[in-house]
């Protein structure tokens, strides 16, 4: 079956804009992560749905980053005021329910964004 | 805070050499911990895993042992293939908790 997407596949904006970055998860998985890699780095942790809420968004690196998961299905990332720290990787996994931890997250290609 | 200290790379072998990337973690409780490899133009996937101490991972000839005494997880392989050129992570989820502490990855290539 088809397998985690991200749409765009590379973004590239100015400083100060703003953009969004869409996911679309495995059917059937309840459970959807961002994570952000930057050149040269293993993925780091920005926040984790579970249905439609938010389940831990400790990862969120300021307030001008925010997500959405509003039919506990496809996600958006929503970049505020974008500076070129930005710039990177985001990659989006989906898994089954998370319930009894330890479960497979299927990743996505992820979206490059630069931020010029 | 929870980390994943990886072997730095890039690493390069002979087609069916021994490979053997280091990795160790610091953790609070009882983690698991995970290989994952992202293969050329393809996205992450899980090699392995290991939910409790002494556990071995093991897929596609590759192992990984959950070492607490040591807090290791190296992965392994006795022979390795051109197709195993990728790069590789390591990873920690906490115990109770679903996100994922990363290391830096590891680049390896295999000639032929």
Known sequence: GAGVSQTPSNKVTEKGKYVELRCDPISG??????????????PEFLIYFQGTGA???SGLPNDRFFA?????????????????????????????STSG??????????????VL | GNSVTQMEGPVTLSEE??????????????????????YP??????????????????????EATYRKETTSFHLEKGSVQVSDSAVYFCALSEQGAQKLVFGQGTRLTINP
Request: a neutral charge; aromatic letters at 12%; proline letters at 3%.
């Open chain 1, 68 to 96: 959405v998961r509003p039919e506990g299905s496809v996600s958006t990332l929503k970049i505020q005021r974008t500076e070129r720290g930005d710039s990177a990787v985001y990659l989006c996994a989906s898994s089954l």
């Open chain 1, 29 to 42: 998985h309840t459970a959807l992560y961002w994570y952000r890699q930057s050149l040269g780095q293993g």
């Open chain 2, 17 to 38: 050499a021994f490979l053997t990337i280091n990795c160790t973690y610091t953790a609070t409780g009882y983690p698991s911990l995970f290989w994952y490899v992202q």
């Open chain 1, 101 to 114: 931890g330890a479960v497979e997250q299927f990743f996505g290609p992820g979206t490059r964004l630069t």
């Open chain 1, 55 to 57: 389940a831990d968004d």
């Open chain 2, 41 to 62: 133009g393809e996205g992450l996937q899980l090699l392995l895993k290991a939910t409790k101490a002494d556990d071995k991972g093991s897929n596609k000839g590759f």
